[in-house]
């Protein structure tokens, strides 16, 4: 009794205690403002009747838990994160997702000559951020016995620049334009290549906001997507906003991410089905692979994981 | 036959600043000699200059005017002096405190140890060689403090209050213990003290200063027998002493 | 029984505390994907036992090296910049500054200089850690009673004399205060090294933290301040035996 009570009131008092004034709706960022939130800051929130805060992140932003404790009403996370917070008792659900596929992928010099992701891992250093599900998986594959591995520097490529063994994770529609502007030949190879594809970017609420404000969430996510369609069509003024916010990009590198991005946030897929889209099977395949891996202990129900609204 | 040093101070003056930045003569030009062997207790109220003038005699100061001149010129080993708190390094044994100024001036080990020894035999502090200065009473501190203070044999002896933060009984005991190494040695002695029993039982002659500037407003030979013993102190004559003293400081 | 006397003072409230946790998480007060129960954290070290010792080892060696490293460094300098005025006014706002560069921003340069591995741990630990050793002994030496330093004068010691046979050992308390901070920054300063070059209990904080194993984070945060507590110990145990003999507070 007391104890529902207390989780009735708890996530409210979070929200009381963050806003002053009404319904003020935090969208939490798990990195910059950078092409891969475009869609986000184009969004017509005010026309759907919503007070919207996009909280920009950086690197370790815990939108999940976020979300989960409620000083965030929504947040960015990938589907992957989103398994693993349910499956120990956060219970986040996904609502639209940014990328259909994974930008995830292992930058390499060009030079090597290297011709699958495998050949990455016979020798010189790989840095990842090592408690990613995929790099379980790269390792259960291939193995790292004959690399260094070492922790991801985030999108700093000093490392990578001064060393021509030195492999990298990065998101294919970022880091590789960077170092190419840098004047070095790079490859990047997809870590879809490995089978693990999970849906990246998606926007996620709890079920509890889900439960409670159905209609302002539907609100939130028609939004988005129309935000989306926006920053797609054109996202000139936009990345002028965005690059206000975060000039470590500079303005010519986010006209040529927005560029390179498209084909992960519009395919057949979002033609058919409309932005955003999310399928029972793409997470059914995660889910089993998370299992498999170790990460959850056992399956969840891929429909509890994610709405379409 | 004495070991000890003659001074001769010829209008010494010494100017401080206080916190105002204005200057004051703490001493406005002293001149007074002190004969080679003396045992000179110098009496005054607080802040009227003692110390200062103790420091500059220790050429730990200098004058600001005049002169201070020894009489014979020394090397260093030949003033010791005795501050008003023992002052041991405390992570020194007592046999290697005593022996620290011989070590200053680079005299070998073996050499040092045995003039350390003999120092503190004459303090009477044998059985605690080996001992920390804090596994020693406060009296016990101030005896290596004065053994230390006669291992270099110094012709000039100065002193500082040096018993003032004793109980009474172990000063007593100190004052006779001091009088006999003066009398066995006869280097000159100046003991600068508030107590005028202390000012009159130890010394030959007894100068007071006064209030402010370093004037002398009495000097005086203080007439008691040569050996002083402890049953002086309730000897009338003492306490005749004491009374002239006690006139010139509070006139 | 003495012993027992004196763990029991600190211990009751830990044990309060613990049980008070517990129950709020079990009881669904406190969500346990935030805090973890005690029990969870228990079972996460009793399960990961040798991948958290071996973490926990690095970690240890990394720090230890670091803090040695400014042990020698920072005694050294301080002794240099007591030599003269000119000197400390000269230098030591570098040392401050030193002092105030937040660790978590140098690191990845630290990275950048001296590459992945051990080495660019151990130079967090001590980046992070120098600097109390450098103030609390420059402070210790420059204290020194003013009536044993005129006796030295007295006796016309030189200044290395009188550095190495008075201002130092009677710095040795204020230098033993400093080496005590300094030990917690060097665990400090090695995990967040090794949060950025890899290894160690940092590692095993980072990759937990994406796997949303919070019990586990918890677990090897809960080991680096064991770490660091034990190295404050033995920094008081070598202090207590150093100064055994002649500091009055060293014999309570």
Known sequence: MLRRAFLKVAPALGLLAACGKSAKIRLALDWKPEPEFGGFYAAPFEKHGLDVEILPGGAGTPTVQMVGAGSAEFGIVEADELVLARSKSNPVVGLFTVYQHSPMGIMVHAGRNLTSIGDVLKEGTLAVQQGLPYVKLLEKQYGFAHVRVVPSPGGDLTAFLGDPKFAQQVFITSEPLAARRKGVAVKVFPVADIGYDPYTNVLATSDDTLRKNPEMVKSMVAAVREGWRAYLDDPKTTNEKMHQMNPSMDADTFAEVAEAQKPFIEDDETRKNGLGTMTKARWETLIGQLKDLGDIPMAIPAEECFRQL | MSTGVALRLEGVRRVFEDSLHNQFAVIAGMDIRIEAGEFLALLGPSGCGKSTLLRMIARLDQPDGGRIVREPEGDRAQTAFVFQDAHLLPWRNVVDNAALPLELMGVAKPERREKALAALGQVNLLEAVDRYPAQLSGGMRMRVSLARALVTEPRLLLLDEPFAALDEITRFHLDVQLRELWRSRRMTVIFVTHSISEAAFLANRAVVMSRRGGAIKLDRIIELPEERTNELRADPRLGQEMKLLLGAIEE | ?252
Request: aromatic share 10%.
């Open chain 3, 1 to 252: 029984m003495k012993a027992f006397r004196n763990i029991l003072p600190p211990l009751i409230p830990f044990v309060a505390i613990t049980a008070a946790m517990e129950l709020l998480v079990r009881g669904g007060f406190i969500r346990s994907y935030l805090l973890p129960a005690p029990s969870a954290v228990f079972l996460a070290i009793w399960g990961n036992g040798p991948e958290l010792a071996q973490a926990m080892l690095k970690t240890s060696a990394s720090a230890l090296a670091g803090f040695a490293l400014s042990t020698c460094t920072g005694i050294a300098a301080a002794v240099l910049l007591s030599s003269s005025r000119w000197v400390q006014q000269a230098f030591y706002p570098y040392a401050v500054f030193f002092q105030t560069v937040p660790v978590i921003a140098i690191a990845p340069l630290l990275v950048i200089w001296f590459g992945y591995g051990m080495q660019t741990v151990i130079a967090s630990a001590f980046v992070v850690s120098i600097f109390p050793v450098i103030a609390n002994t420059l402070s210790g030496i420059l204290s020194t009673d003013p009536a044993l330093r005129d006796l030295f004068r007295l006796y016309g010691a030189t200044p290395a004399m009188t550095l190495f046979k008075l201002r130092f050992p009677a710095a040795l308390p204020q230098i033993f205060t400093g080496l005590r901070v300094a030990a917690g920054l060097a665990v400090i300063g090695a995990i967040v090294g090794e949060f950025i070059g890899g290894g160690g209990l940092g590692s095993v904080v980072d990759v937990a933290r994406t796997q949303q194993r919070v019990d586990k984070v918890f677990a090897a945060v809960l080991l680096a301040s064991l770490l660091g507590l034990a190295l404050f110990g033995l920094i008081n145990l070598i202090s207590g035996i150093m100064l055994r003999r002649w500091h009055a507070s060293e014999q309570s």
